[in-house]
T-cell receptor
Framework: GQQLNQSPQSMFIQEGEDVSMNCTSS?????WLWYKQDPGEGPVLLIA?????ELTSNGRLTAQFGITRKDSFLNISASIPSDVGIYFC?????????????FGTGTLLAVQP | DAGVTQSPTHLIKTRGQHVTLRCSPI?????VSWYQQVLGQGPQFIFQ???????GRGNFPDRFSARQFPNYSSELNVNALLLGDSALYLC????????????FGQGTRLTVV
């Protein structure tokens, strides 16, 4: 099935470092979402973006909706051990009354105390 | 408030068997979507239901079916199970069909042997 391209695939960082990951698509989206998934759990919504160029923050997390509507990035500042997990981007084009999320391939984040 | 609840959390089935997975959305949410997440990949869209009607279907064979009940809970059925159906099955609910902020349950881990 279709998946968006996320990079990097994995990151191993020290506690306190900033993290940046991005997501690209060959097609445009009206909405970008960022989720975090812990092992054995469902994805948890972190940030939702609705307009091209939009920059939104949620605590230490900041995400931007790319101007071309084909990309998005997520930054995490001052990482802490509980940031460990897999981060997924998801794009969505609401149309025909269907909400279908297209997910990225995921970025595995490991934080060393 | 209770989030999205799914049952069972784990189950093991034999090839050729049938399975039914259940989902209760967040109270007040009318839209339920189902996703399949194979190990190491992002979730893939299977179905969306809104007000008991199918609003979208992903690229899955007819062995996969679903329905939504008057209380907005939903079932996902898979017939003639294959080894490749082993995955985490996620249910997501959203408030209205136009809302793109989907909230996921913890998933059902299906293992086909």
């Amino acid at each position: 099935g279709q998946q968006l391209n996320q990079s990097p695939q994995s990151m191993f960082i020290q506690e306190g470092e900033d993290v940046s990951m991005n997501c690209t698509s060959s097609s445009i989206f009206n909405t970008w979402l960022w989720y975090k998934q812990d092992p054995g759990e469902g994805p948890v919504l972190l940030i939702a973006l609705y307009k091209a160029g939009e920059l939104t923050s949620n605590g230490r997390l900041t995400a931007q909706f790319g101007i071309t509507r084909k990309d998005s990035f997520l930054n995490i500042s001052a990482s802490i051990p509980s940031d460990v997990g897999i981060y997924f981007c998801a794009g969505e084009n609401y149309g025909g009354a269907t909400n279908k999320l297209i997910f990225g391939t995921g970025t595995l984040l490991a934080v060393q105390p | 408030d209770a989030g999205v609840t799914q049952s069972p959390t784990h189950l093991i089935k034999t090839r050729g068997q049938h399975v039914t997975l259940r989902c209760s959305p967040i109270s007040g949410h009318k839209s339920v979507s189902w996703y399949q997440q194979v190990l190491g990949q992002g979730p893939q869209f299977i179905f969306q239901y809104y007000e008991k009607e199918e609003r979208g279907r992903g690229n899955f064979p007819d062995r996969f079916s679903a329905r939504q009940f008057p209380n907005y809970s939903s079932e996902l059925n898979v017939n003639a199970l294959l080894l490749g159906d082993s995955a985490l099955y996620l249910c997501a609910s959203s408030g209205i069909t136009g809302s793109t902020e989907a909230f996921f349950g913890q998933g059902t881990r299906l293992t086909v042997v």
